[in-house]
C-alpha cells in the first residue's frame, strides 16, 4: 500500500512547462503574479488554497511577486460557492458568495492554466453555480469498521487525512468525506453493551479529523445504521437483555430481534440526547448519513419494505409516514442541538424490490415516495440512482440493484421519488458511484466519464442537492473524482464530448483528442456490462488473474470479490453468471467487453514513451491496460472452463479443443506477467477498499505464471493423452457413476416413478409430466408449526452452475431464490395435510434452468431434504455445509444426486 505515502506527497512539484508566448485570447501571466485578498474575506479557512496557487506557480517557476494581479473579494449578489472569474490582459478577479466560493475559483484558476499547458488564462468571464451542493467521498484506504476486520479509524493512531490527500480531494470537488460510527462506541449507556475503546478516545480522534479536514473546505459526515435494534445474534444488534430494565425502548418485534422504537418519548429522547452530545462534543461536523429502511433493523418501520405487518402499539396505528417523519425528527433535532449547520441524510437503502406483498412492483416506489412526503425540514432524502432499474440483455430482463456504474439509471424509483421531494420542497439526494463500483473494484477508477456525464445531466434535471458518491470503494482521487466535482456545477457543457474535451485537456494536452476517443469507447464497452448483480459480486473482472485453473474439475464455490480471508475460487463458474445466461451468451457478452476495451486500449496504447517520466500520466494508463488484461482474463477463464466442460461431455473436436486451451492459458500466462509489471509501479492496481487489501499483487501475479507454465507443460499434456480413450475424463463429472447410489431415473408418469426414502417415514419421487418437472414428497407432521416445517429442492441444472433452494412449507407458502438467481416465476407448489402426513407437490418447467431435452443422455444434479423442529433430512448427507457467502447461503455440492432421463 505505498499509494498511501504517495498520496501524502505534495500536488505540485514540476509542470514542465515548455515556454512559449501568449495567444491573442489569452493574459499572460507568465512573468508572475500578485495576490491580492480583499479584508472582506476570513483570511483562516482559505491559508491552504492561497498556499496551494503559491505552490502551484513555484511548480512552473512563475514568480508570486510578479506584475499580474490576482485579485479575490467577495460578491454580494453571488451564493456561497457560487464563483465568478473575470479575466483581463492586467488583472483576474476571483469573486464569489462566500470562502468555499473562493475555493473553487482559486482552484478553477490553476486548472485553466494546467489546460493551457503554461501561465495564461482565457481572457473574458467564467462563471459557475452549484447545483450539488453536498459531494460527500470517503477515505480511499481507511478501515470500513465492519466485519471481518472490524477495524475502526478511531480506535487507532493512524493519519488517514494527510494535508496533500485532503488537498487533492479538494481539488477535485469533493466538500464532505464519511466514516463509519455507532451511537453506543461514541455515547455509551448503561444498557447498550461494552464497547472496545474509551469514548473519550474516539472522539478526540474525530475533532483532530474534523478540524485537519475542515482547512480544505472538507466536512465530515458520520455514517451509521442506528439506533441499533434488539437482539442476542448479530454484534450490530444491542443485547436483548437491555429490555428487561427498559422495556418501553422495545417496538415492533420478530423472532429474530425487536425494533428500537423511537415513536417513545425515552426513544426519542435517547436519539436526540446521543446526537446532540456526538454533535457539541465535535464542533463543525458535517452531518448524519443513516440508513433509515432497507439494511439491518432499527426503529419500528426500518424493515417495512418486507411487508410484514408492524406489531408496535405505537407505530404500527400511526402508519408509515408519521412514524417516519418522528424518527427523522428526532435524529434532525438532536444533531442541530450540537451543530444548528449539521445536515442529516436518510439513506433509503432500497437496492430492490419485494417479489411478494404490499410493496411489490410498483408499491414499493408508493411507500418510499409516502417516506419522502413526510421528510421535515433539514433532513435530505436519498436514494439508490439505480436501484430496482432494469436491463434487457439476451432476451432476459434483469434488475440492475444497485452501485452500478455501467448502467446509467436513473430508476423509475428514483425518479418517483426525486418528483415527490420536488413537490415538497424537500432535499433530495443520490447514492451512485464515481470512481468504480462491485462491476470491477480492483482499479482505483474505471475510465468512463462519459457514464458519470449522463448521470449527472439526470441529477440536474431531477433537481438532486445532495450526492454520496462512493461506498467503500469507488473513491480514488483521479480524473472520475475530478469528473463528478465538475459536473455538481452548472453550467453544464453542451455535448458530452465537450466535457470529456475539458476533463482531458489540463492532463493529456495535445493528445487530449485520442483520450476522448478512448474513454468513449470504454463507455461502449463497459455498458455491456452483465447486468447481473452475482457477476459483480462473485464475477471474474476483479482478480480472475489470479485464480487458480483446474484442468480436472474441483466443484468448489467462486469466493466473494469484497473479501479477504477466503480459498482461492473455485471452477464453479456458474455461479455468477447462470441461469440468467447461458455458457454461449457470458462468453459472448464478456469477449464482446475484452475486444471493444482493446479497440479503446490500442488508440493510446502507444503514448507511454511520451508519459514515462510523468508519474501520473503513466499510471492513467497503467490502469487503462490493467483493466484491458483483466476483461481479457475474465473472457479467457469462461471460455478455458466452457471447454472443459465440452471435453467432460465428450463435445467437440479434441483437437481444436486443446490448441485452444494451450493458447488460452499461454496467454493468461502473458496477462499475468504484464499485470505483475503494471502494478509493480501503481500498488494501487489489485486493492479492494472494502476488502481492506489486495486481490491481486505482482508476487501472486508472478506465481500464477509459474502454475500456468506447469499447467500448459504437464497437467494438459496428461489429459491430452488421455482424451482419445474410451470413456469419459472424469468419471461421475458429466453423468453419475455406474456404481452411484444417488441416482433417479426421471419416470414419465407417476406411477412408474420409484419411491425414495427421506428420513424416517418421509417418501419422495419424481417424474415428467409434458414439460414440467414434478417433484412431489409425503411427509409426516412433526410438532411444529407449519410454517416452520419445510420440504426443501436443492437444484443445480447443469455442472458448475448454482444450486437453487426451493422451499415449501407446511402452511403452503413457498419461497424460491428468484432474484440473486433469476429462475422462471412459472414453478409452482402445492400443499395438502391431515393430522399425520403432508404432501408437497412442485411442478418446474425444464425451461426453468435451459436443461437439455430428454432426447440426451444428459441430466441433471438435485437433493431433496425435510426440515422439522429439530433436525434436518436429507436424500445426499456427504459432506458438511460450506461456509456460507451471500446469496448462496451454506449449500454444497458434494450433497446432491442425480436425475437422469429414462432413455
Not at 28 to 55: H, K
Not at 587 to 606: H, Y
Request: net charge negative; hydrophobic share 40%; glycine share 8%.
Amino acid at each position: 500500500m505505498t499509494f498511501a505515502d504517495e498520496l501524502a506527497e505534495p500536488m505540485w512539484t514540476e509542470h514542465g512547462w515548455t515556454p512559449r508566448t501568449a495567444r491573442a485570447e489569452e493574459a499572460d501571466l507568465a512573468a508572475g503574479w500578485r495576490l491580492t485578498v480583499s479584508s472582506r474575506l476570513p483570511a483562516d479557512p482559505l491559508v491552504t488554497a492561497f498556499a496551494d496557487l503559491a505552490e502551484f506557480g513555484a511548480a512552473g517557476t512563475v514568480p508570486s511577486d510578479g506584475p499580474y494581479l490576482i485579485m479575490v473579494d467577495l460578491d454580494a449578489e453571488l451564493a456561497d460557492e457560487e464563483h465568478r472569474i473575470v479575466v483581463e490582459p492586467t488583472r483576474c478577479r476571483l469573486l464569489a458568495g462566500g470562502v468555499e466560493g473562493i475555493r473553487r475559483a482559486v482552484f478553477w484558476v490553476e486548472e485553466m492554466m494546467l489546460a493551457a499547458g503554461g501561465p495564461y488564462l482565457p481572457l473574458g468571464e467564467h462563471h459557475r453555480t452549484p447545483v450539488i451542493t453536498t459531494r460527500i467521498s470517503r477515505c480511499f484506504f481507511g478501515p470500513i469498521n465492519r466485519p471481518p476486520a472490524n477495524r475502526d479509524e478511531l480506535a487507532d493512531d493512524v493519519d488517514y487525512y494527510p494535508e496533500h490527500y485532503l488537498n487533492r480531494l479538494a481539488h477535485e470537488g469533493v466538500n464532505g468525506l464519511w466514516l463509519t460510527v455507532r451511537f453506543r462506541d461514541l455515547v455509551p449507556t448503561s444498557w447498550s453493551g461494552p464497547v472496545a475503546v474509551d469514548p473519550a478516545r474516539r472522539l478526540a480522534k474525530l475533532r483532530r479529523t474534523v478540524a485537519a479536514c475542515g482547512r480544505y473546505g472538507i466536512k465530515i459526515f458520520l455514517f451509521c445504521i442506528d439506533p441499533a435494534a434488539f437482539g442476542d445474534g448479530p454484534e450490530y444488534l444491542v443485547p436483548s437483555a437491555a429490555l428487561v430494565d427498559h422495556p418501553e425502548l422495545g417496538g415492533h418485534r420478530t423472532d429474530r430481534w425487536t425494533a428500537f422504537c423511537t415513536n417513545s418519548e425515552p426513544g426519542a429522547v435517547y436519539v436526540r440526547d446521543t446526537l446532540a452530545t456526538i454533535f457539541s462534543e465535535v464542533p463543525g461536523l458535517g452531518g448524519l448519513i443513516d440508513i433509515t429502511i432497507g439494511e439491518r433493523p432499527t426503529h419500528c418501520w426500518s424493515d417495512v419494505w418486507t411487508g410484514d405487518p408492524i406489531n408496535c402499539p405505537r407505530c404500527g396505528p400511526a402508519g408509515v409516514g408519521p412514524t417516519f417523519a418522528a424518527h427523522l425528527t428526532a435524529l434532525r433535532d438532536g444533531v442541530r442541538a450540537g451543530n444548528p449547520d449539521a445536515r442529516v441524510i436518510s439513506w433509503m437503502y432500497l437496492p430492490y424490490g419485494p417479489e411478494y406483498g404490499p410493496y411489490a412492483g410498483d408499491g414499493l416506489a408508493d411507500l418510499v415516495s409516502e417516506i419522502a412526503a413526510h421528510t421535515p425540514d433539514g433532513v435530505t432524502t436519498q436514494v439508490n440512482l439505480e436501484s430496482t432499474g432494469t436491463a434487457t440483455q439476451y432476451g432476459t430482463e434483469f434488475e440492475v440493484l444497485d452501485y452500478s456504474l455501467a448502467w446509467v439509471g436513473p430508476s423509475e424509483l428514483f425518479e418517483r421519488v426525486a418528483e415527490t421531494m420536488a413537490e415538497t420542497g424537500g432535499d433530495m439526494g443520490a447514492k451512485l458511484q464515481v470512481g468504480c463500483s462491485h462491476e470491477v473494484a480492483t482499479v482505483p477508477y474505471v475510465p468512463v466519464p462519459g457514464n458519470l456525464f449522463r448521470k449527472y445531466t439526470a441529477l440536474h434535471e431531477l433537481g438532486v442537492t445532495s450526492a454520496m458518491q462512493c461506498w467503500y470503494f469507488g473513491n480514488a482521487p483521479g480524473p472520475m473524482t475530478r469528473a463528478a466535482g465538475r459536473l455538481a456545477f452548472a453550467p453544464l457543457p453542451a455535448t458530452e464530448d465537450d466535457f470529456l474535451t475539458e476533463l482531458a485537456a489540463p492532463d493529456w494536452h495535445e493528445d487530449t483528442p485520442r483520450m476522448v476517443a478512448a474513454w468513449q469507447e470504454f463507455r461502449e464497452a463497459y455498458a455491456r456490462f452483465p447486468a447481473n448483480l452475482l457477476f459483480s459480486w462473485f464475477g471474474p473482472v476483479h482478480d480472475s488473474i489470479m485464480w487458480p485453473w483446474h484442468l480436472a474439475p474441483v466443484d468448489q464455490p467462486i469466493t466473494p470479490s469484497w473479501q479477504l480471508g477466503w480459498p482461492p475460487s473455485g471452477d464453479r463458474v456458474g455461479e455468477f453468471f447462470a441461469p440468467g445466461f447461458s455458457f454461449d451468451e457470458i462468453v459472448e457478452l464478456v469477449g464482446e467487453i475484452a475486444t471493444q476495451w482493446d479497440s479503446g486500449w490500442q488508440r493510446i496504447a502507444d503514448l507511454g514513451e511520451r508519459y514515462v517520466q510523468d508519474r501520473d500520466r503513466r499510471r492513467d494508463l497503467g490502469i487503462a491496460e490493467a483493466m484491458n488484461l483483466q476483461w481479457h482474463s475474465a473472457h479467457r477463464t469462461l471460455r478455458f472452463h466452457q471447454l472443459r466442460e465440452d471435453l467432460g461431455r465428450g463435445v467437440g473436436d479434441h483437437d481444436q479443443q486443446f490448441a485452444e486451451l494451450a493458447e488460452l492459458i499461454t496467454a493468461e500466462r502473458a496477462a499475468a506477467l504484464r499485470l505483475a509489471e503494471l502494478a509493480d509501479d501503481d500498488s494501487r492496481l489489485g486493492f479492494h477498499s472494502e476488502a481492506e487489501g489486495h486481490k491481486y499483487h505482482p508476487a501472486g501475479l508472478r506465481e500464477r505464471a509459474v502454475a500456468l507454465q506447469r499447467l500448459h507443460d504437464d497437467d494438459l499434456v496428461r489429459l491430452r493423452a488421455r482424451a482419445d480413450d474410451v470413456g469419459p475424463l472424469w468419471p461421475g463429472w458429466a453423468a453419475p457413476e455406474p456404481d452411484d447410489e444417488a441416482v433417479v431415473v426421471l419416470a414419465d408418469e407417476p406411477a412408474t416413478a420409484t419411491e425414495q426414502h427421506l428420513g424416517a417415514g418421509g417418501r419422495w419421487r419424481t417424474w415428467r409430466d409434458g414439460d414440467e418437472l414434478v417433484i412431489a414428497a409425503s411427509l409426516p407432521v412433526s410438532a411444529t408449526e407449519a410454517a416452520d416445517e419445510v420440504f426443501e429442492v436443492q437444484l443445480e441444472a447443469r455442472r458448475l452452475w448454482p444450486i437453487v433452494p426451493l422451499r415449501v412449507h407446511r402452511d403452503g407458502t413457498a419461497y424460491g431464490s428468484r432474484r440473486m438467481l433469476p429462475i422462471s416465476r412459472d414453478w409452482a407448489a402445492r400443499v395438502t395435510t391431515d393430522h399425520t402426513r403432508w404432501e408437497a407437490e412442485l411442478r418446474l418447467p425444464f425451461e426453468i434452468f435451459k436443461a437439455p431435452g430428454m432426447g440426451t443422455s444428459y441430466g441433471f444434479r438435485f437433493n431433496v431434504l425435510h426440515h422439522g423442529p429439530d433436525r434436518s433430512l436429507a436424500w445426499v448427507d456427504r459432506a458438511e455445509p460450506l461456509r456460507p457467502r451471500l446469496a448462496f447461503e451454506g449449500l454444497n455440492p458434494a450433497n446432491l444426486g442425480w436425475v437422469v432421463p429414462s432413455s
